[in-house]
């Protein structure tokens, strides 16, 4: 641990703390989190479900971690480095009056399908996309963005020789698909194909008003805001069928048994077309994710056809290789940090304590002298396939 020198704190979650930090001696950018329990053996650190999930599944759109390093009773987990989260990217953009193109959203979507495409093929739910657990980091002059998928604390194995009984409270609620608001708990991969066309779908919005019959339904998109921001599960509901419509008996009667069960009358809507909410979105967009909003989950469209849909028609997949991406990604930025860092250093020379940086991590600093290396084990060496990962 002592070769990583803190550089600021991102944000401080309920669970972690994450930072940016530089490995001083390679100069390799890397995020750490450090995890608020507090963990008294390695078995429990290696009981994490994100850590169990990371051990086993490699793959370039998913956040890889380099390192866990247990500190006393403190476990900090070493992440390659990303600039920030799809919500703060799209957020500043935003904030500078720009938009992002539809080439550049077709970028971020075809590399989060990639992710949860593979995840599903090892049999996987992530259960939590939504832009905040998206990483990008963008190229030199913005031109192309890297995705990769991060925060696996909620993802389950989907076993279909099992009767799986899933919690119901886990996705973001904005982000949540109708079968989970009806609290059903035999949902299954779809849940995470309604996920993508929300984060999807919010990329593309833009600010607009409607005025619908003798009713005023005001749709105010910010910029990049939830598409379907509701303030209870039932009002998240409801604002789902305003835009697509009441679905019939036929299509999708748990609704109906689940508006019985709660005594709340199901609203009879007609909907509102897509091109009318995000009227820049191409023809291609509009019919993709018209494949992914189905209230039936059977119905809706896999990752593997997500991603020969005509709207990745021109992705260079070759582009998209993370290898080429590699070589133009920050390897200025990250010499540049590091000069800074230093030349920060050597005027901080009296610190007798030689702490490893200034700022701290939720108020607890990381100090050179309490680091052993003995504390630092290899990911790859703590692996241990053979645990289930549970609830």
Known sequence: MQKYVILETISDLGHSTIAKAQNSETRELVIIKMLKRKFYTWEECMKIR????LTVLYHPQL???????????EVYCVYEFYESSLFDYYQQIRESGEQISEQIIKQIMFQIIQGVQYLHSQKYLHRDICPENICVTANEDNTYIQAKISSFFVTRENNQKQNNQFTDYITTRWYRAPEQLIHSQNYNQQVDIWAIGCVMMELLQKQILYIIFFQIYVFFFSL??????????????????????TPLMQEWPEVYSYATQ???????????????????????????????FKFMPSKRISCENMLKHPFFSDIDTFQLNDSIIKSHINKNRQNNIFEKQQANNSKNNNDSNNNVTNNNISNNNISNNNISNNNVKNINSNINNNNNINT
């Open 50 to 53: 994100e850590i169990k999930v």
């Open 63 to 73: 956040l890889k971690i380099k390192e866990i390093i247990k500190l006393r009773e």
């Open 262 to 292: 709660m005594k709340i009358s199901i609203p009879q809507e007609k909907g509102i077309k897509l091109e009318q909410i995000i009227p820049q979105a191409s023809n291609e967009a509009i019919n993709l994710l018209l494949s992914i």
């Open 224 to 245: 990049l805001g939830p598409v379907f921001n509701g303030i209870s599960e039932q009002d998240q509901l409801i604002k789902i069928i305003k835009i697509f419509g």
